[in-house]
């Protein structure tokens, strides 16, 4: 008998050397067995991850198990995680919540609803590692600057005013969740003597140790740092899931800029009764009236978009997810660093529904004509779809089901918001210049992204671009161009993800003809869980010619 790992077996040990990579992320997709950590974040806890990854891929390209798809999920997230490390970002990435390492624990762990005995002591069991986890980060990002890979100069600044505002804000967001028994009280001292103590003093590493050292706004990609080219096509290929290059993604995203134009043209003379291009985007981002009043506008027409999608949906469908989606606030502390919006799944247990949440950061300032499309995308049919839709299939390894993969779960969540114009949930022409800006700012990303990490952009050039080519906000330009310093790649996930399903959808179309049906299309893309690209090709290839043999 083979003592081979099977395809399954991989796919499980995989899971756990990510849940140990992301422990909060675990706990959030009930992956068990995490759920009193936090990260390791030393060199030692880094080397651990490798030798369990190159292990695992190791063994996945010598299986002879037939199960190809979970063996290709298994190859590419293997792969991914020794790019993370390679790139050794955990050094020079501070402030956004997304991408940092401390920033990350302060907005996430906040969010986590203890249910039950055993999860109100691991939420406490991870206030106590408080202390070992900042100072050990406090070492990495010294080491970072003794080797030259420093973090960019506005970014210690950002996680610095971060930990300021966490900090400050009354009541603590980490006493918010309620405890019982004694619980309560045993947070309140760990907090007082844990906590409390371990931000001051990572807070004072990096006004003290680390400040002054950063690269200024001139060379904010990782192309300045030794090795950061070559860090960055890791990068662009875990996000991507794919061997484009970089320079092929520029020009890619230049490209589709333009072709958006007409667009911009036939809808800007119908709300606007004007035709130039650049004149419709200067409209759109000058005029008042299209800015939100208040906080609970803006929430209030998320919420109305996502029940309009959620009706429609099965029309589209062959899987409709049981778990709900509410619509909610980004949390105060985080709203300066925060994304316009993002999507966190529900409890396997039921207990936590699907979370859109939206930044009311400086609401006045941002623009209500994008909040239907990026409902769609966060919530229905896009990120809250998909996911509830993976964890509910059967016979399916966790790892497809739970681990994310941008240019999957990205390019399937843009997808929605053109898919969403066809179902009819635009509620008028306002809302789909929305949709066209969205389209703008996801090829802006090929070309900036590529720009600051490959070919060496500025600061300034990304925020210029931007401004010209994208329908944003200041607020939005500055805070989309920190986060794409500071998330090499991540940003190229989207568009490149939604033109590959575009186009296995128009190939199913043509091969398939009056057979074609859009509902058993989605149910294809979606019902293996999340996989790389080519091997999303492979499915639909065969999925097609599957169709023609039975007819």
């Known amino acids: 008998m083979s003592d081979e790992p099977t395809a399954v077996q991989l796919a499980d040990d995989l899971l756990d050397v990510l849940a140990t990579e992301m422990p909060l992320m675990a706990t959030f997709d009930n992956i068990p067995g995490h759920d009193h950590e936090l990260r390791d974040v030393s060199e030692a806890g880094d080397a651990l991850l490798r030798e369990r990854a190159v292990r695992i891929a190791g063994d996945a390209a010598r299986s002879t198990d037939p199960d190809r798809i979970t063996l290709g999920v298994v190859a590419h997230h293997a792969e991914s995680l020794l790019a993370r490390l390679d790139s050794r970002k955990i050094e020079f990435t501070l402030a956004d919540q997304m991408a940092a390492e401390g920033t990350g624990v302060l907005s996430w762990l906040p969010q986590l609803e203890p249910s039950g005995e055993q999860a109100e002591e691991d939420y406490l069991a991870r206030l106590a590692e408080f202390p070992d986890f900042f100072a050990a980060l406090a070492d990495r990002h010294r080491a970072g600057v003794a080797a030259g890979r420093t973090p960019v100069e506005r970014a210690v600044r950002g996680a610095i005013d971060h930990v300021d505002r966490f900090l400050a804000t009354e009541p603590n967001p980490l006493l918010v969740p309620p405890l019982t028994g004694d619980r309560a009280e045993r947070r309140q001292r760990l907090f007082t003597e844990k906590v409390r103590p371990a931000l001051v ?26 090795g950061g080219k070559e860090s960055y096509a890791g990068l662009v290929k875990t996000h991507t899931t794919t061997g484009v290059s970089p320079e092929e993604l520029h020009q890619t995203g230049l490209e589709l800029g333009r072709a958006l134009d007409e667009e911009y043209r036939r809808l800007g003379a119908a709300v606007f009764g004007e035709d130039d291009p650049v004149a419709v985007r200067r409209r759109m981002r000058t005029d008042p009236s299209l800015c939100w009043r208040d906080a609970d506008e803006m929430i209030a027409t998320a919420t109305e978009a996502v029940a309009r999608a959620t009706a429609a949906a099965p029309g589209w469908f062959r899987r409709v997810p049981s778990a709900g989606c509410v619509v909610r606030a980004v949390p105060e502390a985080d709203g300066p660093s925060a994304a316009q919006a993002y999507y966190m799944p529900p409890s396997g247990d039921g207990s936590r529904p699907g979370v859109y949440s939206t930044n009311t950061y400086r609401v006045t300032e941002r623009f209500r004509f994008i909040a239907e499309s990026v409902a769609f995308h966060e919530a229905v049919p896009g990120h809250h779809f998909q996911a509830c839709v993976s964890y509910e299939l059967e016979a399916v390894p966790r790892l497809r089901k739970l681990v994310p993969l941008s240019a999957f779960d990205e390019g399937w969540a843009l997808y929605t918001e053109r898919l969403a114009d066809e179902m009819g949930l635009y509620s008028d022409d306002v809302m789909r210049l929305g949709m066209v800006a969205e389209d703008s700012l996801r090829a802006a990303r090929l070309v900036v992204d590529t720009g600051l990490h490959a070919l060496g952009w500025t600061r300034r050039q990304c925020v210029d671009y931007l401004a010209e080519h994208c329908v944003l906000s200041d607020v939005e330009v500055q805070s989309e161009t920190d986060r794409y310093i500071e998330w090499p790649g991540q940003a190229l996930s989207y568009m490149t993800g939604r033109l590959e399903i575009q186009r296995l959808r128009a190939f199913a179309e043509e091969r398939l003809g009056k057979s074609f049906d859009i509902r058993d299309f989605h149910d294809v893309v979606l ?10 090709g492979d499915i639909v290839r065969e999925w097609v010619d599957g169709t023609r043999r039975r007819e």
């Open 527 to 536: 019902r293996h869980g999340q996989v790389p690209l080519p091997v999303l």
């Open 201 to 226: 003093a990572y807070r004072e590493v990096l006004a003290r140790e680390i400040a002054g050292h950063g690269r200024s706004d001139d060379r904010p990609g990782l192309c300045w740092l030794d």
